[in-house]
């Protein structure tokens, strides 16, 4: 039988611009100052958490008086979750991250919707796209920075598929220093130039950079762990292969209230892994680390390896 997951998954396969239609089915009425913008932000904290969709959240921007009558506080860790191509800020898997993260920790959860982009049958155009979310978000987080002490270090972006490169683009506007943490879920390699630290989601992004590759779409390591459950492919028969793309989605929320904690390990590849040729024990910090969002800088680093589930609970 099919999970609710799996039976989502089929139908952005089938029919993935309904999502739009979704979208604008759930937008509120109240105005919104940034109602032009092609990348928006949408704050949810634990005062405004437990929302649904696209528009019930506080539209916040480079705007002082939007800022000011939301619920934004610069003292605390600020999230950035960057959908991909053909997402929007209605897709049921960022709630599920969001009401994640509120409860395991007091935040500002940023929601970027850019789906007046991304929801482009042309890749290249919403690629290009992208990059201009990253931008946009880059300039977002130093107006904050620079108006309301925001510390660069606090500042954690968290991004799927196009989302991820888009994260890695932000990352690249803002250095010396840099913000603290960016997370790539199956960063998408199409169409990027992976030799180019310029053009590719990388480590020099952020003081701290993680990636969990699930399908053949992402497959180069991009930052200082770069986490590969069942060898990283996931997602080898056709029809499964969305639901597989949006794994790392499920995979790192799941990660974040400790419900599974994803123990990987350093190997050359998962055929050895899975033969015992590499150590699965952890004896000190530098052995191991934790795939999802308890990825520790001070853990092992490089490609790391690990047995999951292929369905809820993966572990």
């Not at 300039?139 to 994260?167: K, P």
């Not at 990283?232 to 929320?253: A, D, K, M, R």
Request: proline letters at 4%; hydrophobic letters at 35%.
């Amino acid at each position: 039988m099919f999970s609710t997951r799996q039976a989502h998954a089929g139908i952005f396969t089938l029919a993935v611009l309904l999502s739009s239609v979704n979208g604008w089915f759930f937008t509120s009425n109240k105005e919104d100052p940034f109602e032009n913008d092609m990348t928006k932000f949408e704050l949810y904290t634990r005062q405004n958490s437990d929302t649904f969709a696209s528009g019930t959240g506080q539209a916040v921007g480079k705007n002082a008086a939007a800022l000011t009558s939301s619920n934004f506080d610069a003292s605390l860790p600020t999230k950035f979750f960057i959908h991909g191509w053909f997402g929007g800020s209605w897709n049921w898997y960022i709630r599920d991250m969001r009401l994640a993260m509120l409860e395991y920790e007091d935040c500002n959860f940023i929601e970027v919707d850019w789906s007046a982009g991304s929801v482009d049958l042309n890749y290249l155009s919403a690629k290009q796209s992208a990059q201009q979310v990253g931008k946009d978000v880059a300039d977002f987080v130093i107006w904050l920075h620079e108006n309301y002490g925001l510390n660069y270090s606090d500042v954690h972006i968290i991004g799927h598929s196009l989302g991820g490169q888009a994260a890695g683009a932000a990352g690249k506007h803002i250095q010396n220093p840099k913000i603290g943490r960016i997370s790539g879920l199956d960063a998408a390699q199409p169409g990027f130039n992976l030799s180019d630290p310029n053009d590719t989601l990388g480590p020099e992004d952020a003081d701290f950079v993680d990636n969990i590759h699930t399908t053949l779409v992402s497959t180069t390591a991009m930052g200082h762990v770069d986490f590969y459950p069942n060898g990283g492919e996931l997602g080898v028969p056709v029809l499964t292969w969305v639901h597989s793309h949006l794994q790392p989605v499920y995979i790192y929320t799941e990660s974040i209230n400790g419900h599974c904690d994803f123990t990987s390990y350093a190997c050359e590849s998962y055929t050895k892994f899975t033969s015992g040729m590499c150590p699965t024990y952890c004896p000190t910090k530098r052995s191991c680390n934790q795939m999802g969002y308890h990825a520790s800088p001070e853990g092992a680093l490089g490609s790391l390896q690990l047995h999951i589930k292929e369905e809820h609970p993966y572990c």
